[in-house]
C-alpha cells in the first residue's frame, strides 16, 4: 500500500505540472500522513541535511569549470583540433562530432552543454557539407551522452551521494565504458554514413595540426590533470572540481584571454542557477529518501523480485528495464534520486558490485536524455540547431537503438565493465 501511495502521488503530482522537486516534497508529506508521523520539522530538517553535504560541493565547482570552458575558448579549441586531426576522412565532420564529444566529456560532465556547444559549432558545418540535417541532428545528441559517463561526470557525484559509493571508484570505473560507447556511435556513424555522397573537408597541413595541438594544449591538460590526481590520491573529487574551476579561469583569463567581466559574470550565474536547480532536488529528494526507509519500501521492492535475487543478470536487466520506463519522463537527476534509494538493497542482496550497478545505471540515464517525450538533450539539440523535434528524433533513433544494444551487452559480460575498472584504480 504505501508503495503505490508513494508512486501514486509522485506521479500525479508530476501530471498536473508540479515541478520535479516540489512533487518529491508532496510524495514525502504524503508517506509521512499515511505513516501517521507526519511532522513539518522533520521535513525541514531532511531537506537542510540533504543538501549539507561535502562531495556534492563538487557539483557547482565542475558546473562552473564547464561554464568557463564553453565560453573561454577550450572547448572551441578542442572542436578545432578534432577537425584538424580527422575532419579529410570520409564522413569526417561526424567523426570530428564524436571525437569532440569525448573531449568535451572530459571537461564538463554535462551532456546538455556538450550538447549545446557541439550544435552550436558543428551542426552548421554538417549541414553546409551536405550532411542530412536530421541524422547530423542525432549523432550530436548521441555523441553527447558520453558526458555523464566520462569523468569528471556530475551524474556520478549525485549518485554516489546517493548510493553511498565512492565517487573516485564511479569516475575511474566509467572512463572505458565511456569510451566503449562512443566506439558504438562511431561505428553506427560509420554504417549510417558509407552511402553518403559528401565530400570531406580539405586535409591539413602537418604544420596546421600541430598548431590545432598547440592551441588546444592547455584545454587537453585539464582532464589529465583531474584523471591523474584522483588516481594518485592528490585530492577528491570535491577538491578535484576547485582544481577544474581554477585551472579553466586562469587558462581562460590568462592564456587565452577571451573571457571579458561580462561573460565571467554570466559564467557564474549560469553555474548559480544550475547548481541551485541540481542541489534543490537532491534536498527534496532527501525527505522521500528517508520515508522510504521509514516505510520500508525498499525491502517491498526486493519481495517482488526476491525471484530474481539468485540471478544476478536477470535481476541487473529487469532494474534496467525500469530505469528506461522511468528515464523517457524524468531528467536524470531526478531518476538518480528517486531510483537508486530503492534500488540499491537490491544490488546489494543480489551481491552486484555497486560500482558496476553505478555505471550500468548512468549509461541507461544517459540513453533516457535522447529518449522521448522528455528528451533533454533533444531538446537542446533541436533549440540550438534550430531543427524540428520531429527530425532530431527521427535522426537519433539508430544511434538511440545502438547504444541501449550496448547496454544490454554490459549487462551479459559485467566484466566489460569491472575488469578496466581494476586497470584504472
Known amino acids: 500500500m504505501t508503495l503505490l501511495l ?24 504524503v508517506l509521512m500522513w499515511q ?32 561554464e568557463i570552458m564553453n565560453k573561454g575558448g577550450l ?15 570520409h564522413g569526417g565532420l561526424g567523426y570530428v562530432t564524436i571525437l569532440a564529444a569525448v573531449l568535451l566529456a572530459a571537461l564538463s560532465g554535462s551532456a546538455v552543454a556538450d550538447a549545446a556547444m557541439l550544435a552550436a559549432l558543428l ?27 566520462i569523468p569528471p561526470s556530475i551524474g556520478f557525484i549525485v549518485f554516489g551521494v546517493a548510493a553511498n559509493v565512492s565517487i573516485s571508484r564511479l569516475f575511474m570505473a566509467g572512463i572505458a565504458p565511456g569510451i566503449m560507447l562512443a566506439l558504438a556511435v562511431t561505428l553506427t556513424w560509420w554504417w549510417l554514413s558509407g552511402r553518403d555522397n559528401v565530400a570531406p573537408q580539405p586535409r591539413r597541413s602537418l604544420a596546421e595540426v600541430l598548431a590545432a595541438l598547440r592551441e588546444s594544449a592547455f584545454a587537453l591538460m585539464m582532464p589529465v590533470i583531474i584523471i591523474a590526481g584522483l588516481k594518485m ?52 529528494a532527501a525527505v522521500s529518501a528517508w520515508l522510504i526507509t521509514v516505510a520500508n519500501i525498499p525491502q517491498q521492492v526486493v519481495s ?35 531510483l537508486v534509494p530503492v534500488l540499491m538493497p537490491l544490488v546489494k542482496a543480489a551481491g ?24 533533454v538533450v533533444l531538446n537542446t539539440v ?19 537503438l545502438v547504444q541501449f544494444a550496448f547496454m544490454f551487452l554490459l549487462v551479459l559480460f559485467p566484466d566489460l565493465v569491472t575488469v578496466p575498472a581494476q586497470w584504472f584504480r
Do not use: K
Request: hydrophobic share 60%.
Open 352 to 375: 552486484i558490485d555497486p560500482v558496476y550497478f553505478g555505471i550500468m545505471f548512468m549509461i541507461n540515464c544517459a540513453i533516457g536524455l535522447i529518449t522521448p517525450p522528455v528528451g
Open 304 to 338: 517482488l523480485l526476491d525471484p530474481l535475487i539468485g540471478n544476478p543478470m536477470l535481476l541487473m536487466a529487469a532494474m534496467m528495464l525500469l530505469v528506461i520506463i522511468v528515464g523517457t519522463a524524468l531528467d536524470l537527476t531526478p531518476t538518480i534520486l528517486i
Open 6 to 29: 508513494f508512486v501514486g502521488s509522485l506521479l500525479s503530482t508530476m501530471a498536473i505540472g508540479v515541478p520535479v522537486a516540489f512533487a518529491l516534497l508532496v510524495s514525502g508529506a
Open 75 to 89: 572547448s572551441r579549441r578542442l572542436i578545432n583540433l578534432a577537425l584538424a586531426l580527422i575532419g579529410h576522412v
Open 382 to 400: 533541436a533549440g540550438v540547431g534550430r531543427v524540428s523535434m520531429d527530425r532530431v528524433m527521427a535522426g537519433v533513433w539508430p544511434f538511440m
Open 233 to 284: 590520491g592528490v585530492f577528491t573529487p570535491t577538491e578535484a572540481g576547485v582544481v577544474a574551476a581554477v585551472y579553466a579561469l586562469v587558462v581562460s583569463l590568462v592564456v587565452y584571454r577571451e573571457l571579458s567581466w561580462q561573460v565571467l559574470y554570466d559564467s557564474f550565474a549560469g553555474a548559480a542557477r544550475t547548481s541551485a536547480v541540481v542541489m534543490l532536488l537532491v534536498a527534496a
Open 123 to 149: 551542426f552548421p558545418l554538417m549541414t553546409a557539407a551536405g550532411h542530412d540535417p536530421a541524422r547530423s541532428a542525432g549523432l550530436i545528441a548521441a555523441s553527447s551522452l558520453v558526458a555523464p559517463i
Open 35 to 66: 505513516l501517521d508521523m507526519f511532522n513539518a520539522q522533520i521535513i525541514a530538517e531532511n531537506v537542510i541535511h540533504g543538501a549539507d553535504s561535502y562531495p556534492l560541493l563538487a557539483v557547482p565547482f565542475f558546473l562552473l569549470a564547464g
